[in-house]
């Protein structure tokens, strides 16, 4: 099984002239971890979207879990995305108002099989995560989002995608609002749940010093060619 | 997806609490508009409780009733106290009071009857008379006078304070009965009706400060002054004429049939029969007597006749209420789409976790199915709080009886169309949002 297969993908946002994505083939092995860098405004994003199928694309396949994006349609497509893809975006990934715990339950709520695959207690499993992920201090587990600073917020987010072991992670710039020091502590917190929960993690940042915690990196401007 | 609502509401609880402050305010508006009317409407038709039929000289049903039970206005001129006698003596009927009326007390009318009227008189749902203090009318009582609650706290009359009355209906009079004073002999307790606005004198007493009038009193050019008989429907709207009748009450001399005087005209008659199915033919048979020209009135008609003349303002206050509803909803679409926009990451971020477009539709419709119905339990409680407080006034000064009940007979359907009006308000913004999330997607560019 491939975590994720993508084939002779072509997207243009509506209107647009060109077209903004031009994939010929992405994948990503069960548990593989990549690096994809490129520059603000190449269209990393937009891919991650296509890939979350929130975006329809124009042509091509994607596959998540070996299952086509493209044949699952409306409401199906939120629940197949909690049932196997987790994510961390950049900034703002919580609800403010849930504590960090409720936050990380969040997939378990909607999806029946990141519940299942949370284990016998997925509250247990989210305290185990967030412990890992540094946050051990149990008052910190149940303080409202709001009141978290932005590192304990991308770790919060980290745990909410990889409860229930879903098999794709998509990071868009998850480090991009931490200090240096952060930046390598969280992605090394990060690749390490991936392999013990079996995830594929796919990290897109524009700063390749973070580039050695993975398996292998892809230069986005070599994988879409779009400008060609 | 109730939890989540709600502590989704919670995270706005200011707002959110003036929201539900701002429907409970209409729904218990609402409510207490429609209770106060099934009250008045209620306390109206029970002021002529126990009342079968009032016989009145021929004139129109609701001015006879206006006359008789509210004091407002009079009857046609006097019907002769034959009539009255045949009437008592009728097999349906169980008893009869003698009404007469015309004079006024500092602008209060002034009843003469006997002491069966306060035997019979019902109030407020079946309550009989009672005195606050002192006595009915004693046995030899031609000049004893019982008050209603309302002149006694206005003047501060106590039994034994004497009163004189006015001749008329008119609040100033100089044509003054002082020569004919009354004595008090007892105060009737608050009843919520006309009656605390009434004074009672024996039939003897009223006949008595007319008997010492000089007997030319009428002006011969005014025809509806002319004394005694051949009376048509022409001139039922005079409220005098019954009493200047009396210049010839001397000459009258009847047999006794238990009332102590026997005047020859009076105004009205109430009446009670033994058999209540059987008023139809009473009416029937009043109607067509073919000595004096009667009008026989069923209260309860005449009442719902009335109710229905003055039921505009009824429905004005209805329209309000509801208006007022409205903008309950409306502060609540208000609220809610007003958090909209700084929700919109929250959605995305719900979205990212699995949450269908729908189901966001759905949370919006939730919170405004929490708020509908802690507004609706809001109004209850603020409805009960406030018929608590203000029913003991309400009954005393008004006659009116709210109930305790949680729920009236109508009350769970007139909720649920608020609840609905709730959810149907609610679709406003839970449509936007879901437009929001699908074009939004994941990444809400703000």
Redesign the interface.
């Known amino acids: 099984m491939r975590a994720l297969h993508v084939q002779n993908l072509t997207f243009n946002w509506p209107g647009a002239q060109n077209v903004t994505l031009r994939i010929p083939n992405l994948s990503l092995a069960q548990g593989e971890r990549i690096f994809l860098f490129g520059p603000s405004g190449s269209g990393k994003s937009t891919l991650l979207s296509a890939i979350a199928g929130v975006v329809d694309v124009s042509t091509g396949a994607i596959l998540v879990a070996d299952k086509d994006l493209g044949a699952v349609r409306g409401g199906a497509r939120d629940r197949f995305r909690v049932d196997h893809i987790g994510m961390i975006f950049q900034v703002f990934n919580l609800i403010p108002w849930l504590s960090a715990l409720e936050n990380v339950l969040l997939p378990c709520t909607f999806s029946q099989r990141r519940r299942t695959r949370a284990g016998d207690d997925p509250v247990a499993t989210a305290r185990r995560l967030l412990e890992e992920l540094g946050l051990s201090d149990p008052s910190l587990a149940s303080k409202p989002a709001n009141q978290l600073s932005v590192g304990q917020q991308q770790r919060v987010a980290a745990a909410r995608a990889l409860i229930g072991k879903p098999d794709l992670i998509l990071a868009d710039e998850p480090t991009s609002a931490l200090d240096e020091a952060a930046k390598a502590a969280f992605v090394d917190l990060l690749t390490r749940e991936c392999a013990e929960a079996g995830s594929a993690l796919l990290f897109v940042s524009h700063d390749r010093s973070l580039e050695r915690h993975f398996d292998r990196s892809v230069d986005f401007l070599e994988l879409n060619r779009s400008a060609a | 997806m109730l939890g989540?609502s709600l502590?989704?509401l919670?995270?706005r609880r200011f707002v959110a609490g003036l929201t539900v402050l701002a429907i409970g305010l209409s729904v218990a508006l609402i409510l207490g508009v429609e209770r106060l009317r099934d009250g008045a409407r209620d306390s109206f038709a029970n002021s002529a409780s126990g009342i079968d039929l009032i016989v009145a000289p021929r004139g129109n049903s609701v001015q006879i009733l206006m006359a008789t039970v509210f004091g407002v206005g009079g009857t046609g001129t006097g019907m002769t106290w034959d009539s009255f006698e045949w009437m008592e003596g009728r097999p349906e009927v169980a008893w009869a009071v003698p009404i007469q009326m015309g004079d006024n007390h500092r602008g209060y009318p002034v009843i003469g009857t006997d002491a069966s009227y306060f035997e019979h008189f019902r109030h407020s749902g079946g309550q009989p008379l009672s005195l606050a203090a002192g006595t009915f009318f004693t046995g030899d009582g031609a000049d004893a006078a019982v008050v209603g609650a309302e002149i006694a706290a206005r003047f501060g009359y106590a039994p034994g304070t004497v009163i004189v009355n006015a001749h008329g209906s008119g609040e100033v009079s100089f044509d003054l009965h002082d020569d004919a004073p009354f004595t008090i002999s007892g105060v009737l307790a608050p009843t919520g009706t006309a009656v605390d606005r009434m004074v009672f004198v024996a039939l003897e007493g009223f006949d008595t400060i007319h008997a010492q009038e000089e007997t030319p009193l009428a002006d011969p050019l005014d025809p509806a002054a002319t004394p005694a008989n051949g009376h048509g429907e022409d001139d039922a709207h005079d409220d005098h004429d019954a009493h200047e009748d009396h210049e010839d009450h001397g000459e009258y001399e009847g047999t006794e049939v238990g009332h102590g005087h026997e005047p020859d005209r009076i105004n009205a008659v109430y009446v009670g029969l033994i058999d209540r199915t059987n008023v139809l033919g009473l009416q029937r048979a009043v109607n067509e007597r073919p000595s004096d020209a009667l009008s026989a009135v069923l209260p309860a008609v005449a009442l719902a006749e009335l109710w229905g003349i003055t039921g505009t303002a009824e429905s004005a206050m209805r329209l309000m209420a509801w208006a007022v509803a409205l903008a309950g909803m409306i502060s609540m679409v208000v609220m809610l789409s007003a958090t909209l926009d700084t929700r919109r990451?929250?959605f995305a971020?719900?979205?990212?976790?699995?949450?269908?477009?729908?189901?966001i539709f759905g949370l919006i419709v939730t919170e405004a199915a929490i708020l509908t119905a802690a507004g609706l339990i809001l109004g209850l409680v603020l409805l009960t709080v406030a018929t608590f407080v203000t029913d003991p006034i309400l009954s005393a000064r008004f006659g009116l009886r709210l109930g305790f009940d949680v729920f009236g007979a109508r009350e769970p359907g007139t909720l649920f169309v608020i609840f609905c009006a709730g959810l149907l308000a609610s679709l406003v913004p839970a449509v936007r949002v879901y437009r929001m999330t699908l074009a939004d997607?994941?990444?809400?560019r703000l």
């Open positions: 989540f502590r989704s919670w995270n990451r929250e971020i719900l979205r990212s976790v699995g949450a269908t477009p729908a189901r997607g994941l990444s809400v």
